[in-house]
């Protein structure tokens, strides 16, 4: 089949290929971390071996156990070699040479999001980690074990992939070193990249290897990423900057609303004028196949941070599966080039993948050492993947795309039982029936032809699409049939809910309120203020609001008391120090107290990361003289701001005092209820104490100051997204 056919055609259930020969040595308890558990199944080598900077935990919420068991789903031996110690070659060796490839990830997080704080601090921990030892992982994991593989075995194709992999997938921005990076695919010199959920392009490239092909000739599967020397012949290339045509700006009701055609016009390079952008199609409908949009090159892009959110924009807006073109980005004598995003696994697809024989539980080898992250998930149920909120600041779009894969109804209910009869420890509690986001189960736009042709970057900002099918009627169903089972005392739902779609469906609240909330539960506003909702493509305050009421009326009908836990970003793009006050004083108006508090992490490849190098808005249009976007940039400053959340910790009060003043705000300085930090200072807290108060006198201020009753100090802590918890206050 020629390259362009495989890349339209439709898709091959991914359990309908012919099974390796391999598949005559059966099912593995565990998937073998030794030399002498593959002896004992009776395999004189692995066809596969997977490399993670995980430990490997035998649970279909962990990506390498899903994968490991998809491939021995197709019959093939796979190994797994995880958290090796990257300072030599052997821990590589342990298992031999692998028949067909090695399979390289980080794990199920970024490695350096895993590794260091929005400060660049290093953690002390890892979640992923038995004990939860820090230093388990080097940086840019992926890299490394990719080239500690090559060294090993220098035959051996390496596919790259995970979450560290897709989200580099292009040149990108990294924070932590302040510059742009050339695309992983490059410095791990693997290759293959598969980015995304990556089941559909993995199994075609076991099978494929197996068949004795060339990694280099395996160039037409989608969700895939390698390099090549040249565009092929038979290829349309359009240069990016013609896409971003020039024309008159009406401001959109979204952000890559499609408007009309301008006149055609010489469109000046992108680096020398200011243009307004258009999305105009250059090639006929019968020719987008074979269409590939060339992305300004690396260095390009390295060099001029417009360029760079120009190209941001472009990969975002090609991120549809059902009308996305392939993407190509020069790197100095070489070509990234990037297939269009895999097609998304019907219900069928996703049932079987995670019924496959997982044990649930960590590897044998790391005997009663506890992983926290695995303690969170034991008890939860993944029952759909992908969110079409879009925000700006997440990896989700990036990473499982926007379109929602859903299990059914019986296959869920199948693995809460089996959760209930054979997981240990559990007391009848089901932490969880979620995925990314709580309550996207089984929506989708109500015409396939719509979605397959829609470039928006989110279905329900800036507010929900009139296409969108907000039925929330099959979760509530589901939820009802899970808690019905015998054994089961309590469902709650640990994933983030989408409040603005929640209250399209107030049954669901109901639903929710009433019977799987735990005294609290999480939602996500993010921010108070327009500017920053506004790139952050978040809902303004008032969906909070009309959720809460909802919430508030149906726990009051169950009688219960019950809380929300609103999560906010601090020193987000669009954020100034008057934003992050005006938060604070709402915060204090309504009671709350940050817990966990992390301010804005520029992940790779994210839109936020792209305005926060670039200081334009990418969402609109990106030329010198488009819109300017505020940076809190600095330690000081994402200091200050991540203060104004923890306005009640006295050892922020120093700082935020002289926030107060410098905005001409010392009017909040005080002990009256309208005013948000003391004029005081506690003994032993702060930069610079103003005098010395017991302990006892301070609680008893706290309580008065706050509204909240005394309790311990809060502490940072790691969260994922970069998100912070509030607690809310119990009335007294």
Known sequence: MHPMQALTASPKDIFSHRKYWAARFGTAPFLPMSRAEMDKLGWEECDIILVTGDAYVDHPSFGMAIVGRLLEAQGFRVGIIAQPDWHSVDPFRALGRPKLFFGVTAGNMDSMVNRYTSDRRLRSDDAYTPNAEGGKRPDRSVIVYSQRAREAYPDVPIVIGGIEASLRRIAHFDYWSEKVRRSVLVDAKADLLVYGNAERAIVDIAHRLAARQKPSDITDIRGTAFLRNATPADWIEIDSTTIDAPGPLNPPVDPYAMEGVTPKAEAPAVQKG?????????????????????????????????????????????????????????????????????????????????????ARVPHPAYGKGKIPAYEMIRFSVTIQRGCFGGCTFCSITEHEGRIIQNRSEDSIIREVEQIRDTVPGFTGVISDLGGPTANMYRLACKSREIEASCRRPSCVYPGVCPNLNTDHSSLIRLYRRARALPGIKKILIGSGVRYDLAVESPEYVRELAQHHVGGYLKIAPEAIGEGPLSKMMKPGVGSYYKFKELFDKYSREAGKEQYLIPYFIAAHPGTTDEDMLELALWLKQNGFRADQVQAFLPSPMATATAMYHSGKNPLRKVTRDSEEVVIPKGLRVRRLHKAFLRYHDPENWPVLREALRRMGRADLIGSGKRQLVPSFQPAGTGLKPEGARKPAKYQSFRTQHTGLPPAPQSRDRKTSGGKSKARAAKPR
Do not use: C
């Not at 949009?293 to 059902?322: F, T």
């Not at 990234?336 to 995003?341: A, D, E, G, L, T």
């Open 274 to 358: 200011a243009q307004v952008v258009r999305f105009i199609r250059e090639v006929k409908n019968a020719d987008r196949a074979r269409s590939v949009i060339r992305m300004p090159s690396y260095e390009a892009v390295a060099a001029d941070p417009i360029l760079y959110a120009h190209a941001s924009r472009i990969l975002h807006v090609e991120s549809n599966p059902g009308n996305a073109r392939a993407l190509i980005q020069r790197h100095g004598d070489r070509e990234v080039w990037i297939n269009p995003p895999p097609i998304p696994l019907t219900m069928k697809e996703m049932d079987a993948l995670y019924e496959l024989p997982y």
